[in-house]
């Protein structure tokens, strides 16, 4: 019974941790990879919607993220992955995401009062 309680305690411990994920070497801050989110989205709508216009103007998806925020991919990667890994904070990070995306489509969306 003893080992039963103690084994509990300690599996506990390591499942109520902050961040499961290790801390990248080099940490974006938390703004930093909202924005890069962002355009990832931004990005990613672009490709599927209108592929023609990042071909036309040599766009490469991934290049331009890494040269914009100068960061390579295995940066970009592990920071994703360290956000993801605290659930409250990435969902907080998306939810701003959607926001900003909502407030750019109403801005883009002709004025429809007659």
Do not use: W
């Not at 962002?38 to 103007?57: C, G, H, M, R, W």
Request: one cysteine or more.
């Amino acid at each position: 019974m003893k080992k039963i309680i103690y084994l509990s305690l300690v599996l506990g411990t390591f499942a109520c941790s902050d961040n499961p994920v290790k801390k990248p070497k080099i940490v974006l801050d938390e703004e930093t990879m909202e924005n890069i989110l962002f355009d990832v989205a931004i990005l990613q709508a672009a490709k599927a919607n209108s592929p023609e216009v990042l071909t036309n103007n040599n766009i490469d998806s991934k290049d331009f993220i890494y040269k914009k925020y100068k960061i390579d991919s295995a940066t970009y990667h592990q920071n994703n992955r360290y956000y993801a890994g605290n659930v409250r904070k990435h969902k907080h990070m998306h939810k701003r995401i959607l926001e900003r995306i909502e407030t750019l489509s109403k801005k883009s969306q002709p004025n429809n009062k007659k």
